[in-house]
């Protein structure tokens, strides 16, 4: 088991190092001037030349990607341009920001999801099962941005119960933070919802099929011990898809985060790509892709613990 | 997950199709057009294409001319059936024009993945070890990011704007269409009829192009048609985030974020753009999945 669990930490390696490449190269190599923002309108070609210089974006492109390599196994992510203040600083307030939007969003989805897909397992065929996956093809279908422009116009324009902006963190108190978390956690959550539940209808029912469900309850066990060993053996598909959410979850959204101005590691992506601060953008987005990673990689090593047939699949 | 084992007293495919009357794609159909969801779906979305195709036919007003003095109308004024947008511009109007770019940015962009990742994912199969190996490592790496993230970042390098956008969202489907496509081609690659068109002499592309790709061509096309919803959604994002169409050009999400200001004003109009978005998303999504049914593809849910 732990000869499986070694072998996929490392291929977690080659992962990450493709990760770091890919965003050095989305952010250095591609078109787009990173100087534009920092060079003042009537900058001569000599100015130019001398910030490149001092940025170090004169060197080749494999010496500046070790450079930032190297800085980055420091800790060091440079100083923001717009801002002022260390890269490190803002990601990491931001990134504690979303993991408490991700977890409600994924205590939310998960519930809600392997809720529905029990039920809709239980009574296949039914009205209630067809409501169940028309929900969860809306939910996986819906755009969030749009949701969330929906949940402010019920609870914030039209019933005014809710804030549809303003986090001030847990200083302004619990009941005030809660209503500023329960709209984003829902428009964030509903992807989650849908494909937890359809994912655990399916694993269900595939389970359900088989011969030892037969042979359980042809041996007398009660319909909830048979459910017990159902559960058991239809978990794994299940945690896939959990870990992945909760890995998309993890990566903040962009979108949602930006709409209700919630300060987490999306909504500090829109705004350094619209003030092109790009050592800003390459810092969060290598943030989100490395906890997605180590997320997956979590999951695949709870599996490993978990499903005894894994353990021998080295 | 467990296999299951190929019992020789069911009858294949293969006999099923002699016996019938029917060709394969007549039966698809049959199946298809039992699902009555899948059908009204179809019809939404046909009807959705042609109204968008003949804009100009349906409404007299230009999407891009307003009249301040009929700033955001409710939905039901007289002329302005749905309404007017914050600039005093039809609301249909711009709802028509807008489908033809919303669609065109959500559709290309799988379109092109398709043909690219089935080309990576096919030779990876093919030519096995080495070759295949490097070029699956390489597409893996492209799932390190939620994928819309790794659009948006793009976008962001690249510059904001329509061709941009779709160019991203392109990049960013290869490596799932490539390996959906990789690991039908492994499938079929040990099938006899390749041996035996090798051993004929076939060279390596007819093979490819004659025996391979019309049997890999199922799943890629559910697949490919299961990322149409995502990417119509992603697109809009992009507009709605300002990185897609620009403003005052009509597109749903570019609607929707110059709207979103007039929330307390005219909320039922600030949710129609964002309206056609999801249901063109659902259409497409219900469609995608009663395709696998009818053609019987397993194993290829989303992600």
Not at chain 2, 35 to 49: F, Y
Not at chain 2, 197 to 215: E, W
Request: hydrophobic residues 55%.
């Amino acid at each position: 088991m732990l000869a499986v669990i070694g072998k996929r930490l490392a291929m977690a390696v080659p992962s990450l190092f493709g990760v770091s490449i890919v965003i050095f190269l989305l952010l250095n190599v591609l078109p787009g001037d990173p100087l534009a923002g920092l060079l003042a309108p009537d900058a001569t070609p000599a100015d130019r030349a001398a910030l490149a210089k001092q940025l170090g974006l004169d060197a080749p492109l494999p010496v500046q990607y070790v450079t930032w390599l190297t800085k980055l196994a420091h800790g060091d992510l440079g100083q923001s341009f717009s801002r002022q203040r260390p890269v490190a600083e803002l990601v990491g307030t931001a990134f504690t920001n979303t993991l408490v939007l991700a977890l409600a969003a994924a205590a939310l989805g998960l519930t809600i999801g392997m809720t529905m897909g029990i039920i809709a397992a239980l009574r296949t065929g039914s009205p209630v099962d067809q409501l169940i996956s028309i929900l969860s093809m809306m939910g996986l279908s819906v755009p969030s941005y749009w949701l969330a422009v929906l949940l402010i116009i019920i609870f914030s324009a039209t019933l005014r119960w809710l804030p549809s902006a303003g986090m001030h963190g847990i200083n302004g108190g619990t009941i005030d933070f809660l209503k500023h978390l329960i709209m984003p956690a829902i428009a964030t959550s509903a992807v989650t919802v849908g494909m937890v539940a359809k994912t655990t209808r399916a694993s269900l029912i595939e389970t359900f099929g088989h011969d030892f469900v037969l042979t359980l309850r042809a041996k007398g066990l009660s319909g909830w011990r048979v459910l017990e060993h159902v559960v058991k053996n239809a978990a794994p598909p299940i945690m896939t898809m959990a870990g992945l959410q909760v890995g998309y979850l993890l990566g903040g959204s962009v979108l949602v985060e930006t709409i209700f101005s919630w300060p987490g590691l999306g909504q500090l992506i829109f705004q350094s790509i619209q003030s092109r601060d790009l050592r800003v953008t390459q810092a969060a987005v290598l943030v989100i892709a490395v906890t997605f990673v180590l997320t997956n990689l979590a999951v695949d090593i709870l599996q490993t613990l978990v499903n005894p047939q894994l353990r021998r699949a080295g | 997950m467990q296999d299951t084992i190929p019992l020789t007293l069911v009858p294949s495919r293969e006999s099923e199709a002699v016996v019938a009357p029917h060709s394969y794609y007549d039966e698809v159909w049959q199946r298809f057009r039992q699902d009555r969801t899948a059908v009204v779906s179809l019809g939404v979305l046909v009807l959705i294409v042609v109204c968008a195709a003949a804009a100009p036919l349906l409404t007299s007003h230009d999407p891009l001319q307003g009249d301040i003095a009929h700033r955001l109308l409710s939905i039901g004024t007289a002329g302005h059936i749905l309404g007017t947008d914050e600039q005093g511009r039809d609301m249909l109007a711009r709802l028509l024009y807008g489908a033809r770019l919303s669609l065109l940015a959500g559709i290309v962009p799988v379109f092109l993945a398709t043909i690219i990742g089935t080309a990576i994912g096919t030779v990876s199969g093919y030519a096995g070890r080495v070759i295949g190996a490097v070029l699956m490592r390489i597409m893996d790496v492209c799932y390190a990011f939620p994928a819309i993230l790794l659009a948006i970042a793009m976008v962001a390098s690249l510059g904001a704007g329509v061709a941009n956008s779709i160019l991203a969202l392109s990049i960013v489907f290869i490596p799932p269409i490539a390996r959906v496509a990789e690991s039908a081609t492994r499938q079929i690659v040990v099938q006899e009829y390749i041996e035996a068109a090798r051993v004929s002499g076939a060279s390596t592309f007819l093979v490819i192009v004659d025996q391979l790709l019309p049997n890999v061509f199922s799943p890629i096309f559910v697949y490919a048609s299961g990322l149409v919803g995502l990417s119509i959604v992603a697109a809009s994002g992009l507009s709605y985030l300002g990185l897609g169409a620009a403003p005052p050009t009509p597109e749903w999400g570019a609607m929707l974020n110059s709207l979103q200001a007039s929330i307390y004003v005219q909320p039922v109009v600030v949710a129609l753009p964002g309206f056609f978005i999801f249901v063109t998303s659902v259409a497409f999504n219900v469609l995608s999945n009663t395709l696998r049914d009818a053609l019987d593809v397993k194993g290829t849910t989303r992600n």
